[in-house]
């Protein structure tokens, strides 16, 4: 089974940073994209980075300067560091990875509030 483990969520004031990880573990198939959606209360889940396993990366014009998406390929770990933090940040960052043979897989999601 695939899973995938997130952690570095937390409590930080604006202009402070923060990183997140999720690290994936039970399968033989490699990760071909890994990336970061947020969801904050009442709205839609979108898109805040992605990154190929060649390192190819895609941002949401709301965090590009601000957040740096990485990972190691070796640990099938993905990374986020968030940096320059604003309330309109505060969302819950779900990992989610895509295999090469096309399954898709989800994270149990990691609370990242700012405050003002």
């Known amino acids: 089974q695939v899973q995938l483990v997130e952690s570095g969520g937390g409590l930080v004031q604006a202009g402070g940073s923060l990183r997140l990880s999720c690290a994936a573990s039970g399968s033989i198939f490699s990760f071909t994209v890994m990336g970061w959606f947020r969801q904050a209360p009442g709205k839609q889940r979108d898109l805040v980075a992605t990154?190929?396993?060649?390192?190819?990366?895609n941002y949401a014009d709301s965090v590009k300067g601000r957040f740096t998406i990485s990972r190691d390929n070796a640990k099938d770990t993905v990374y986020l560091q968030m940096n320059y933090l604003k309330p309109e940040d505060t969302a819950v960052y779900y990992c989610?990875?895509?295999?090469?043979?096309?399954?898709?897989?989800w994270g149990q999601g990691t609370q990242v509030t700012v405050s003002a």
């Open positions: 990154i190929t396993r060649g390192g190819v990366t």
């Open positions: 989610r990875v895509i295999q090469n043979i096309g399954s898709v897989y």
